[in-house]
């Protein structure tokens, strides 16, 4: 239950981000993580907020966080 809950929240971060609700997704990214720390889509998707907002330090920090949980995941 707890992974379902945690892509839910991912997926409505997603769609908000879509819509151009970069505050709303960036508080769905954190509550997918907040649920399951070891998700590391939400991780990325925050990463990917904010190196579009050109903050490159923050995005650096949430996509080493998404390695670190798979170093192989290739997008981070």
Not at 1 to 6: P, Q, Y
Not at 26 to 34: P, V
Not at 51 to 65: G, I, R, S, T, V
């Amino acid at each position: 239950m707890k992974k379902i809950l945690s892509y839910a929240w991912n997926n409505k971060g997603t769609v908000l981000l879509d819509l151009g609700k970069i505050e709303e997704a960036i508080e769905c990214f954190e509550q997918a993580i907040k649920i399951d720390p070891n998700y590391k889509i939400p991780w990325y998707n925050k990463g990917i907020v904010f190196f579009n907002l050109e903050k490159y330090q923050d995005a650096l920090k949430y996509f080493e966080e998404a390695i670190k949980l798979d170093p192989e995941f290739a997008l981070a």
